[in-house]
């Protein structure tokens, strides 16, 4: 489990993880995605999938989508989305 310092309302205790703490699911399933599609990349390429070893795997700061929220009296909030740019390199092991 990640230890989460500030989320933790309503969060159990974790063995070992230095207290509170739980899997970002959310984050763990779009890293999953790429991941897939960086085997697939790779077999397309004619590598071995079994070969395969994350040499590299970062992520940025991406594109913020510009949104707005009504509210009343004519008024508008700013309710934007921040993206991020996941980054992963594989490589055949020998």
Same mark, same amino acid.
């Given at each position: 489990?990640?230890? #989460?310092? =500030? !989320? *933790?309302?309503?969060?159990? !205790? =974790?063995? $070992?993880? @230095? $207290?509170?703490? *739980? #899997?970002?699911?959310? %984050? /763990? =399933? ?8 960086? &085997? /697939?990349?790779?077999?397309?390429? @004619?590598?071995? /999938? &079994? +070969? ?8 940025? +700061?991406?594109?913020?989508?510009? $949104?707005?929220?009504? =509210?009343? #009296?004519? *008024? /508008?909030?700013? #309710? ?6 996941? &980054?992963?390199?594989?490589?055949? %092991?020998?």
């Amino acid at each position: 489990p990640v230890p #989460f310092k =500030r !989320h *933790r309302k309503k969060l159990a !205790h =974790r063995r $070992g993880a @230095g $207290g509170s703490g *739980r #899997f970002p699911t959310k %984050a /763990a =399933r779009a890293i999953l995605k790429v991941l897939g599609n960086a &085997e /697939a990349n790779a077999s397309y390429k @004619g590598l071995d /999938a &079994e +070969k395969l070893r994350i040499v590299h795997a970062s992520a940025h +700061k991406g594109i913020t989508i510009p $949104g707005f929220l009504p =509210r009343a #009296f004519a *008024r /508008a909030t700013p #309710f934007n989305k921040p993206l991020t740019n996941v &980054e992963i390199i594989l490589k055949e %092991a020998a």
